[in-house]
């Protein structure tokens, strides 16, 4: 595991968007000519987009790019039951199984989002929506030159298939963001017609037009919510080309893609095979990549990446390094406590817990200085807490004075700062203090619940490269008289234990679009409590952060969502449901130099693969990939 490790994504697969635009007020006009005028190429949660209807390309991606070539790496994102380490199944979609990383890539979805803005998405299998004066009913108007790569035609009770199919026997997490379609329907074979609840997360109808569209047809005869390595019949980019369980899988371009000239697609989808390859540990897949097994690495290791990027093609040019900046909301990262578990319910508990950790040390230590402490669920953004609250913020939280903490109703709970000892005595101390009075004593030298019974801590992780981080916070805990231990185990096992909830305490890293909304749900909320395979695994429960995620949802403009979501973190940050880890608003990325990429990266993703293309040139300098 790095320093980045998996929560749902490395760097977050899932920054949904938010819902619906409000409808443009027009002239009486014929019906045909209404009909045209309410036509729009595009969605985002407040209405706003950057690119006109006409628009050719987006503003990040290189027309004039070349196909062809290869492109590998170590996946750094992952969508609902994929893998980082591994994969056994092709069907990334459902809970059961590991799927294996870029699946999404072999199916075409309704909409694409745009990488330099928000939340923004224009048209891919749809080349427009009408959507009602209510924002509840989305009619999405199929292209007709849509087809799947067996050549069938692409219609709308396809996309009506696939959309029922996923709420009812998909993943928990899509589960979950579509319980407010309450219907889909064909009005034809060229209009698809979603309706949603009232009160539905502005967010729901992107993540709607993000999903994939799978083929009638091909699961007529085939179980949708069972695992399998049969490659599926896609609509994308790309198809499932060849694979080794476990080790590699690559993705062929589909040459004669019927998307590939959309304005969306344009400079995107440029290399012919792209390929994922899978280590169990870290370590080694560095030496892979300084061995040229595979071309292109994001670094999540602050040991690597300042002590090891020194072999021969670094020294000689044909390896690169670069650091991307990262404008998307950083997000949480950190020890999240299942407060399922009866130890883990008392507040002053967590706290003392908290308090136990010296980042400082292990930023200097461990890590090169290279981080800045998280303190927020939405770090790194104007949507994170700071000081005193405003007027708008108080607004929200006065209705909750008294069923929660007064600290809310002051500066926002941030970490202690340590003095880098690795055992901040002051601090030690004072968790100390905190167990007593939270009724957790000592006895024979432990500490020991009210019941009488020893307090112990498993840790669970599935990479050892994360356990020299685990170490000395697992030293203090033992200083508090807290039993502690680290526990390793293989990525699949982890998986359904963190989908199970049966753990102690996990490492989770999530972040949020720059306008979150039902998505909130999934982490926060009560009812994600108690979904299986929800990414909600601290556990939290509680009506007040489930009234303040409505009020982020239902925000009627910007400026409302940010209130909403800093009173929202400072309900969260009081309640002491995770130790914060660390972050950094950068991407460190190393290439081998046989690559091409456009001038401009996209603010709101790194744009790789996506927009890079493999440069032949460049290529015949260095010797050739080794094959699998």
């Known amino acids: 595991m790095s320093e980045r490790p998996t929560g749902l994504t490395r760097r977050n697969a899932l920054l949904v968007g938010a819902g619906a635009a409000a409808t443009l007020v027009i002239s009486p006009l014929t019906a045909s000519e209404a009909a045209a005028q309410d036509e729009r190429h595009g969605i985002s949660g407040f209405g706003d987009l950057k690119y006109p209807a006409e628009f050719k390309q987006f503003d990040?991606?290189?027309?004039?790019?070349?196909k062809g070539g290869l492109f590998s790496q170590i996946g750094s994102t992952r969508q609902f039951n994929q893998n980082f380490l591994t994969f056994n199944s092709l069907n990334s979609y459902i809970l059961k199984g590991d799927a294996a990383l870029g699946m999404e890539l072999t199916f075409a979805s309704l909409m694409k989002r745009a990488g330099d803005e928000p939340d923004a998405m224009y048209g891919l299998a749809a080349r427009a929506v009408r959507i009602s004066a209510d924002g509840l009913t989305y009619r999405f108007l199929m292209r007709p030159e849509a087809t799947f790569h067996d050549g069938s035609r692409m219609t709308a009770p396809d996309v009506v298939f696939s959309l029922n199919i996923l709420k009812e026997k998909g993943h928990p997490i899509i589960t979950q963001h579509m319980r407010d379609v309450s219907g889909v329907e064909a009005a034809d074979d060229a209009t698809v017609v979603v309706r949603f609840a009232a009160g539905r997360g502005r967010d729901v109808p992107l993540f709607v037009a993000s999903l994939p569209i799978f083929s009638r047809a091909y699961y007529a005869k085939r179980a949708f919510d069972e695992t399998t390595l049969e490659p599926p019949l896609g609509s994308g980019p790309y198809k499932v080309g060849k694979f080794e369980v476990g080790r590699f899988i690559e993705y062929e371009r589909v040459k004669d893609w019927w998307g590939a000239d959309l304005p969306v697609s344009v400079g995107h989808n440029n290399f012919d095979t792209l390929r994922y390859e899978f280590y169990?540990?870290?370590?080694?897949?560095?030496?892979?990549?300084?061995?040229r097994n595979y071309l292109f690495r994001e670094e999540f290791t602050s040991r690597i990446w300042a002590t090891r990027y020194n072999f021969p093609a670094i020294k000689d040019g044909r390896v690169k390094r670069d650091v991307l900046p990262d404008?998307?909301?950083?997000?949480?990262?950190?020890?999240?406590?299942?407060?399922?578990r009866e130890k883990f319910k008392n507040r002053l508990l967590r706290e003392a817990l908290i308090l136990a950790f010296d980042f400082e040390w292990t930023n200097k230590s461990i890590m090169y200085g290279s981080y800045d402490r998280t303190h927020s669920v939405f770090q790194n953004s104007n949507m994170m807490a700071v000081?005193?609250?405003?007027?708008d913020e108080l607004a929200l939280l006065e209705p909750f004075r008294g069923t929660v903490p007064d600290e809310v109703f002051g500066e926002p709970f941030v970490p202690p700062v340590t003095d880098g000892s690795g055992q901040d005595r002051n601090l030690l101390r004072q968790a100390s203090a905190l167990l007593q009075k939270a009724g957790f004593p000592i006895k024979d030298g432990r500490r020991v619940m009210p019941n009488g019974e020893r307090i112990s801590i498993e840790f669970l992780i599935e990479d050892p490269s994360f356990q020299p981080h685990h170490m000395p916070y697992i030293k203090n805990l033992g200083t508090l008289g807290v039993d502690a231990n680290l526990r390793i185990v293989d990525p699949a096992q982890l998986r359904r234990r963190m989908d199970d909830f049966d753990f102690d305490v996990v490492v989770q890293r999530f972040g949020f679009s720059s306008i979150p909304g039902d998505?909130?749900?999934?982490?926060?909320s009560s009812q994600a409590a108690?979904?299986?395979g929800s990414q909600n695994l601290a556990g939290m429960a509680d009506p007040v952060i489930d009234a303040l995620i409505d009020k982020v949802i239902a925000a009627a403009t910007r400026p409302a969502l940010v209130s909403a979501c800093k009173a929202l973190d400072r309900v969260i940050r009081a309640g002491r449901y995770w130790v914060p880890h660390w972050y950094k608003a950068s991407h460190w990325i190393a290439y081998w130099d046989v690559f091409g990429r456009p001038a401009t990266k996209p603010r709101y993703a790194r744009g790789i693969p996506e927009t890079w293309w493999?440069?032949?040139?460049k290529a015949q300098r260095g010797p050739q990939l080794r094959g699998p």
Do not use: H, I
């Open 60 to 66: 990040y991606a290189n027309p004039d790019s070349p």
């Open 280 to 291: 169990r540990d870290r370590d080694v897949a560095f030496e892979g990549f300084a061995g």
């Open 327 to 340: 404008d998307t909301p950083s997000g949480a990262q950190g020890w999240f406590f299942n407060t399922r």
């Open 387 to 391: 000081g005193l609250p405003g007027a």
């Open 519 to 524: 998505s909130l749900r999934s982490y926060f």
């Open 530 to 532: 108690a979904l299986k």
């Open 614 to 617: 493999y440069d032949a040139n």
